[in-house]
């Protein structure tokens, strides 16, 4: 079995039931989720061997979190435990034209005060084949970029042992300012491998905009992303660029798409028409998609097609986790998509 680190914030979620609105709610469903704890359950999911590092208080809070990943399938004993908070996020779902709202309150969390000296990175990464974060937690604080510089540097140390770095951008304008996101991330980008985005990450981080592309219209230029990735490529040096392609219609109602880049040509996937039960945690499950299928050395198309598939799936289901088998998202990349019942 592979092993894969993934290291971040894991968070308490909180939302009103169905569509509700936070001024109409008098009670709030709780859940948890977090980037790159999202990635770390979708791959235990597939069978892998997925450990999420990170840092939660020794409390009840915490420790509830910490049971939120063991229950399905995630290796916490690398997890360290101090600090007073548990992040927390607000989500209220979006419907029709209304969008999706998300408030943060994950300021002085533990993972956002933690030291890169509390973390043994030597052990971390002993035996492991694939380490992942994203651009979400060195927002987090400079103490939290810092974190994450030391982890990435570790793992590219180790990278005669086999190590790949993948990242995820994903720009979070609620955390940080564009201009800090281009300065730390460009620091980070270093020891990147595999560099995944979403249509709009490219352009807020590092100014690279998609030309012909008008995404509050929908309007997705294929050609326009290809120059994107390969002026990433260019400029980082990656050995793969994935963008996922989302053509929004209405809060409902999305078309999803991905592109695979490995600086000789692009690939393109099939496009799902999704009608959205929730759709947090969508770009993350594209992400541990993409991370199976190179570690499972499926073919590149392949592994693009398993990673759309997988993230398709997760926005019909409620909470940041994607809990959906191998077999459900082979079903789908394969052609079903009918929904019948199963019996």
């Known amino acids: 079995m592979s092993k894969i680190i993934t290291l971040g914030e894991i968070m308490l979620r909180l939302a009103p039931e169905g569509y509700g609105r936070f001024v109409q709610a008098e009670t709030l469903g709780a859940t948890y989720g977090g980037g790159e704890a999202n990635v770390a359950v979708s791959l235990a999911g597939y069978g892998l061997d997925a450990a999420f590092v990170t840092k939660l208080p020794k409390h009840e809070i915490g420790q509830a979190a910490v049971n939120s990943l063991r229950r399905f399938g995630v290796d916490t004993s690398k997890i360290v435990r101090g600090g007073d908070r548990v992040g927390l996020y607000y989500l209220e779902k979006g419907a029709s034209c209304r969008a999706s709202k998300v408030i943060y309150d994950r300021a002085g969390s533990a993972i956002a005060l933690a030291e890169a000296s509390e973390f043994n990175w030597e052990e971390i990464f002993s035996g492991v084949e694939w380490f992942h974060f994203t651009g979400i937690t060195p927002a987090l604080s400079e103490k939290a970029a810092k974190l994450c510089e030391a982890a990435a540097a570790a793992a590219a140390a180790a990278k005669n042992k086999g190590i790949t770095v993948s990242c995820d951008l994903n720009y979070r304008k609620n955390l940080w300012s564009k201009e800090k996101a281009g300065e730390v991330m460009g620091r980070l980008m270093q020891y990147v491998d595999v560099c995944i985005a979403n249509e709009e990450d490219a352009s807020d981080v590092f100014g690279i905009h998609a030309p012909d592309t008008d995404i509050t219209s929908g309007h997705i230029s294929h ?57 947090v945690g969508g770009g993350d499950s594209f992400g541990a998609g993409l991370i199976y299928g190179f570690i499972t050395k499926l073919e590149p198309q392949a592994t693009l097609e398993f990673a759309v598939a997988a993230s398709a799936l997760k926005h019909t289901i409620e909470g940041d986790f994607n809990l959906v088998s191998v077999d459900e998202v082979n079903k789908l990349a394969g052609g079903d998509a009918s929904g019948r019942v199963q019996r």
Do not use: C
């Open 223 to 279: 050609d326009g992303y290809i120059q994107v990735a390969k002026q990433l490529v260019e400029r980082f040096k990656f050995k793969y660029v994935a963008i996922t392609l989302r053509e929004s219609i209405s809060a409902n109602d999305n078309n999803w798409a991905a592109m695979l880049y490995d600086g000789s040509g692009a690939l393109f996937s099939k496009k799902y028409p999704l009608h959205i039960v929730d759709r």
